[in-house]
């Protein structure tokens, strides 16, 4: 499916005069690529599927939404790559060349994968990230050891970092796939740069300036 020049991931967008407020859209996108990546039946993965689950926890009528869920399927994450059939379910009601057809339900592709572990409202973030590093590339590989320790030891900082990475790709600064988190050297964050030199800076420290440095920290959070 081609993708129109124009056509750009939102889960990060906000409103401009609403400080971090994300918009419909980024709240939507978002929606729907939690409920792909959890372990959701097939029939709650489909177009009307997943508008009844967002419609849901919104207290609203699904139909009034599916338009947009439609929307941001077939011409967003399908497109992109992001999201793909996985497969149809019969249908017992409605015309027979549909009966036939079936109605799809959808999955993450690799791509998609590492797209949710940027999103914090999902739960099962460690089992996708060791589900997308099986399917790495070789040449994907080279972080996957210290992605996999700095997870046990420093979860935050695992996923901000690929929250940066994910939204320099929908900022369009980085190309997601070959994963490199080397890329994010294309792109200005002062949050990483600060927390390279305290790293930096702390191990270079005695052991009781170390713990000084601990008990500092742990006064402001």
């Not at 099962?124 to 590339?137: P, T």
């Not at 070959?178 to 270079?204: A, H």
Request: one cysteine or more; proline letters at 4%.
């Amino acid at each position: 499916m081609k993708v129109k020049p124009d056509t750009k991931l939102s889960i990060f967008d906000t409103f401009k005069t609403k400080g971090e407020e994300l918009t419909g859209e980024a709240n939507r996108q978002r929606a729907i690529i939690t409920i792909l990546a959890s372990n959701a039946n097939p029939a709650e993965r489909t177009r009307t599927g997943i508008s009844q689950r967002i419609a849901k926890v919104h207290g609203v009528a699904w139909k009034n939404i599916y338009s947009g869920i439609f929307r941001d399927l077939d011409e967003i994450l399908i497109p992109m790559g992001i999201a793909e059939e996985h497969g149809r379910l019969p249908l017992k009601r409605g015309p027979k060349a549909l009966q036939e057809k079936g109605i799809p339900y959808y999955h993450l592709t690799k791509k998609g994968i590492l797209i949710a572990l940027s999103i914090s409202e999902i739960k099962n973030r460690e089992k996708l990230l060791n589900e997308f590093l099986a399917q790495a590339e070789e040449n994907e590989r080279d972080d996957e050891k210290i992605l996999l320790n700095l997870l046990k030891t420093s979860p935050n900082f695992t996923y901000s970092v690929l929250q940066k990475y994910v939204k320099a790709f929908c900022d369009n600064k980085i190309e997601l796939l070959p994963f490199d988190l080397s890329n994010l050297r294309k792109i200005e964050d002062e949050s990483l740069t600060i927390q390279k030199e305290i790293i930096k800076t702390f191990l270079q420290l005695s052991k009781q300036d170390k713990e000084e440095v601990i008990k500092f920290l742990n006064k402001i959070a």
